[in-house]
């Protein structure tokens, strides 16, 4: 029997911990509800998890998996925000940070409810065609907890590697934050989206050209991958000295969570005043994730 772990992290409790203004255990965060519109304390322990979040039978193989790769993550991750410099890195480090990126991507309760979506998205469609009753079962099972969960743990496997290998192309630069205010994190922390071509195109994703990727490495630093067809990155290095750039980052992340935005300080009022604006980010609709 391997380790037993009950509950589960869906976004690493050591990175957490890196947006905690504590500097050893307990660590704690506020965090924002966005449906809610609730801020609680909490320690970094209880967020971002859930129980038994990816098990599929009780050796507990896939927690154990992410366990195993975070330990060799977190060592080039920790270079990485002690450096603030990407240059630093050797290539199989930024192998390693390219396909932990992958993974965080694909592991959230976020993707797990945009494959509980699409699947209901797609059953309505194969619903109508009498001739296909073991698609129809197949899909329905996505429907549900213990299905998506399948299905996330079959993408999670078959995927990772052609994400992984988009990422490491993409030119790599960081945001520090010289400002005052901290950078936030969320519960789905790895922000895509596309300037250029703004418009979802779920057949392509990541590889449509314009594409971005932000990801908060702490509150002072923003990992960002640019596609090299379509931006000059001049600087491995830029600096956010207003609050109007830090607001921005943040705002990613109150768009691309799940349901919750985390942040060492209790102000969320700048993350109201986002959702006030554009009330569909609490609304976690995600059909514009899906392949009509």
Same mark, same amino acid.
């Given at each position: 029997?391997?380790?037993?772990?009950?509950?589960?992290?869906?976004?690493?409790?050591?990175?957490?911990?890196?947006?905690?203004?504590?500097?050893?255990?307990?660590?704690?965060?506020?965090?924002?509800?966005?449906?809610?519109?609730?801020?609680?304390?909490?320690?970094?322990?209880?967020?971002?998890?859930?129980?038994?979040?990816?098990?599929?039978?009780?050796?507990?193989?896939?927690?154990?998996?992410?366990?195993?790769?975070?330990?060799?993550?977190?060592?080039?991750?920790?270079?990485?925000?002690?450096?603030?410099?990407?240059?630093?890195?050797?290539?199989?480090?930024?192998?390693?940070?390219?396909?932990?990126?992958?993974?965080?991507?694909?592991?959230?309760?976020?993707?797990?409810?945009?494959?509980? /979506?699409?699947?209901?998205?797609?059953?309505?469609?194969?619903?109508?065609? #009498?001739?296909? &009753?073991? @698609? %129809?079962?197949?899909? !329905?099972?996505?429907?549900?907890?213990?299905?998506?969960?399948?299905?996330?743990?079959?993408?999670?496997?078959?995927?990772?590697?052609?994400?992984?290998?988009?990422?490491?192309?993409?030119?790599?630069?960081?945001?520090?934050?010289?400002?005052?205010?901290?950078?936030?994190?969320?519960?789905?922390?790895?922000?895509?989206?596309?300037?250029?071509?703004?418009?979802?195109?779920?057949?392509?994703?990541?590889?449509?050209?314009?594409?971005?990727?932000?990801?908060?490495?702490?509150?002072?630093?923003?990992?960002?991958?640019?596609?090299?067809?379509?931006?000059?990155?001049?600087?491995?290095?830029?600096?956010?000295?207003?609050?109007?750039?830090?607001?921005?980052?943040?705002?990613? /992340?109150?768009?691309?969570?799940?349901?919750?935005?985390?942040?060492?300080? #209790?102000?969320? &009022?700048? @993350? %109201?005043?986002?959702? !006030?604006?554009?009330?569909?980010?609490?609304?976690?609709?995600?059909?514009?994730?899906?392949?009509?």
């Amino acid at each position: 029997m391997g380790r037993e772990t009950k509950r589960q992290h869906f976004v690493p409790r050591f990175y957490l911990n890196t947006f905690s203004e504590n500097t050893e255990e307990p660590y704690y965060l506020y965090c924002y509800d966005l449906p809610e519109d609730r801020v609680f304390g909490s320690n970094t322990m209880d967020i971002a998890q859930g129980e038994y979040f990816y098990d599929l039978s009780d050796e507990q193989f896939i927690e154990n998996k992410f366990a195993d790769f975070e330990a060799v993550f977190s060592q080039a991750y920790d270079k990485l925000v002690d450096s603030a410099d990407v240059t630093a890195l050797t290539p199989e480090e930024r192998h390693v940070i390219s396909l932990f990126l992958s993974h965080q991507h694909i592991r959230t309760r976020k993707f797990r409810e945009i494959v509980k /979506q699409a699947s209901e998205h797609t059953l309505e469609i194969v619903e109508e065609d #009498e001739g296909e &009753e073991e @698609a %129809r079962k197949a899909v !329905k099972a996505g429907t549900r907890e213990e299905g998506a969960k399948q299905w996330q743990a079959q993408l999670t496997a078959n995927a990772l590697q052609g994400f992984a290998d988009i990422l490491y192309r993409m030119d790599w630069f960081l945001f520090v934050n010289k400002t005052e205010y901290p950078l936030w994190t969320s519960d789905h922390p790895i922000a895509i989206f596309n300037p250029i071509n703004p418009e979802p195109d779920p057949k392509r994703g990541i590889k449509r050209p314009g594409s971005k990727v932000h990801v908060p490495l702490s509150t002072d630093l923003v990992l960002a991958l640019y596609d090299p067809g379509e931006y000059f990155v001049k600087s491995k290095r830029e600096e956010l000295r207003e609050k109007e750039h830090v607001n921005f980052q943040n705002k990613l /992340q109150v768009e691309h969570s799940h349901r919750q935005v985390f942040s060492p300080l #209790e102000d969320f &009022e700048f @993350a %109201r005043e986002v959702i !006030k604006e554009n009330p569909e980010y609490a609304e976690r609709d995600y059909s514009d994730s899906f392949v009509e």
